[in-house]
């Protein structure tokens, strides 16, 4: 191989010509030099590592030859024409694959890049020999020539973003390892500018139709451009993100910098856009050319947008510690699906739910457990929200369904009569379903209706799809206890009780916790047994940590109580145990 050899393959595979469809206008080209040489073949044939990769070709059937002793394989190496009039004449393809598939003509010009690198050849082959003239030697260049300009042409439209007309990504990768050529190790800053959160783009265009975030994009792009410094380079690297470098000064410089953007954008008062629904943020990413690849650079510069979103300070410099944050997310979010498979880091735990006045205990809720491997213990407090918007969240509910209905059907046929309530997120409720995959799970497990109840947000029941709607009719119509979960911390107003047909209410421990304490929380609930009362639930305290707060518990009224008090969520066996004991019969004084 020559020296040259990797560089040119390089910037082959950079122009990603290889392995593409067929286009008219390189068809057209193949054509005219056919005519023009009256041969019954021509071809854009590209050099690849071993094989010679038609991008055109007409007389040729395959795709591909092998590059051995082909002499567009030549070319690519002299980066010269080659005529051979005729083949059996010459000593170094006399013996080679053209001859013997019957050939004794070729003629073949380089196409060279800019920087004269040859990425193949232009080339006619004929069953006779032939002599070439001057002119058409000149002619067989000219078309060559016209292919690389059609190539590059190309190449730079896909460096172009179509709705700003700004480069795009590919083109910032590119700069970036150019600059690193240029200026190695030198401190620079990318500034990420996102104009609306990443969630909310796909609300936007059901709100506002497609073509409104594209006017948005397109006006945002031309007004930041007209503000930066004139050397700088402004990229669209994403759905309503742009990019550009600024070199690294200090902290406060930097941030005053990106504010003075933010506003910029923020005054934009173009007629299309509607200003209020644009929340731009910029997050800056300090790196050292060459020491840091362009997609990290992207996504540190991301992160520190989410890190500005989240404190609502329109731009934030990347910050190391919180982005141990989102790799860690990310780990459990990648983690999660083995851990699915492993079949032992996954568990439910039982907490369990006893009646006030008798003190018997009349359920659990499962509760799930997932040991990480490195990680420890995880709560699913962390790890639930994580998953709960991916193709996760369904394998999950599977598997902690099955669990507990097999767990629950055991203790039934021991004899035990409980209530184990499963926790459910708005996405199962999504999932067309997910109420007759649990009912015939309950049949097959032979599980009365009574055995098992549901516990769902306030936002999941309101969440009020037309499927989650039928989910949750069918459940309640087949006979399963319905229960609002974290009652009170979602709605101000108490009016959806009416609407949605629960069974059981149950009152956030934030409540319950402060309840002898705080008389503010004691007021609410006694406000919230009361009306959940009237209109016919049974109402669950959770998070009774002490005796005082039971009591309290009990003069208000409340049905049952869960909580440390009572006992913390505990494994199947434990639990077993815990029942035998049972829990000190009458509570009240
Ligand atoms: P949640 O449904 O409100 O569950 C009650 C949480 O309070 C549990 O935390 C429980 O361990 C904790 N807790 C119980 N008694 C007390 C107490 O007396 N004091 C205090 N301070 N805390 C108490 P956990 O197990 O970490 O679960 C957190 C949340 O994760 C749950 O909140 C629930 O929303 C969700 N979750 C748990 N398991 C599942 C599941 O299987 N599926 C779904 N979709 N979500 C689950
Ligand atoms: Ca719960
Ligand atoms: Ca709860």
Not at 205 to 215: Q, T, W
Request: net charge negative; glycine share 6%; aromatic share 6%.
């Amino acid at each position: 191989m020559s020296d040259r050899e990797p560089a040119r393959l390089q910037a082959l595979r950079q122009l990603s010509l290889l392995d593409t469809s067929p286009h008219e206008s390189f068809d057209r080209i193949v054509r005219l030099a056919s005519q023009l040489f009256n041969t019954p073949i021509a071809a854009i044939s590209l050099a690849d590592e071993h094989r010679q990769w038609f991008k055109s070709r007409i007389g040729i059937e395959q795709q591909g030859i092998a590059r051995f002793k082909a002499p567009c394989a030549e070319i690519a190496r002299s980066c010269k024409p080659l005529i051979l009039p005729d083949l059996l004449k010459s000593e170094a393809y006399r013996d080679g694959p053209l001859v013997r598939s019957g050939l004794r003509f070729y003629a073949g010009a380089p196409l060279l890049t800019q920087e004269g690198v040859a990425l193949g050849a232009l080339c006619v082959a004929g069953l006779e020999p032939c002599e070439v003239s001057e002119a058409k030697r000149t002619a067989l260049a000219d078309l060559a020539s016209m292919i690389m300009s059609q190539i590059e042409l190309q190449h730079s439209l896909s460096r172009i973003d179509p709705f700003t007309g700004l480069p795009n990504r590919s083109q910032f990768t590119e700069d970036l390892q150019a600059k690193a050529k240029e200026e190695p190790s030198t401190l620079y800053c990318a500034f990420l500018t996102e104009l609306v959160d990443s969630i909310e783009i796909s609300t936007l265009h059901r709100v506002m139709g497609p073509n409104y975030l594209d006017d948005v994009e397109r006006d945002a792009g031309f007004s930041l451009q007209r503000v930066l410094d004139p050397t700088s380079r402004l990229y669209a690297i994403g759905q309503c993100q742009f990019v550009h470098l600024v070199k690294a000064t200090d902290e406060e410089g930097l941030l005053n910098e990106a504010l003075r953007l933010r506003k910029q954008l923020i005054d934009l008062n173009s007629a299309r856009i509607v200003t209020v629904l644009i929340h731009p943020v910029i997050g800056i990413s300090p790196f050292r050319l060459g020491e840091a690849e362009p997609s990290d650079v992207l996504r540190t510069a991301l992160s520190a947008c989410q890190d500005a979103r989240r404190a609502e300070s329109g731009a934030s410099i990347y910050s190391m510690s919180l982005d141990a944050g989102y790799q860690r997310r990310f780990a459990l979010l990648n983690d999660i699906r083995p851990a699915l498979q492993a079949g032992d880091q996954l568990r439910l735990v039982y907490q369990p739910r006893v009646e006030v006045k008798s003190g018997n205990c009349l359920g659990a809720e499962a509760l799930l457990r997932w040991c990480h491997p490195v990680l420890g213990e995880i709560s699913p407090a962390e790890f639930i929200p994580l998953i709960e918007h991916t193709p996760l969240a369904r394998p999950l509910t599977d598997w902690m369904v099955h669990s507990a209905i097999e767990q629950s059907a055991l203790w039934h046929y021991q004899g035990h009569t409980l209530r184990i309530s499963i926790n459910v997120s708005a996405t199962c409720l999504g999932d067309e379903a997910f109420a007759q995959r649990l009912l015939a799970l309950m049949e097959h497990h032979g599980l009365p209706k009574a055995a098992l109840e549901l516990e769902l947000t306030e936002s999941a029941l309101l969440g009020k799809g037309c499927v989650a709607r039928a989910q949750l009719q069918a459940l309640i119509a087949a006979g399963i206890k319905i229960a609002i979960d974290d009652f009170g911390t979602g709605y101000s107003t108490l009016s959806y009780l009416q609407e949605v047909h629960a069974h059981v209410v149950k009152i956030d421990q934030s409540f319950i916790i402060g309840l002898c304490s705080e008389p503010r929380s004691q007021t609410l609930v006694k406000a919230m047994i009361g009306i959940a009362h009237e209109l016919g639930y049974l109402v669950v305290a959770e998070g009774v940590e002490n005796d005082e707060t039971y009591q309290r518990l009990a003069q208000l009224e409340c049905d049952e109580v869960q909580g440390y008090l009572i006992a913390k969520p505990l494994t199947p066996d434990e639990f077993q145990s815990w029942l035998a004991v049972g829990y000190p019969q009458a509570r009240v004084e």
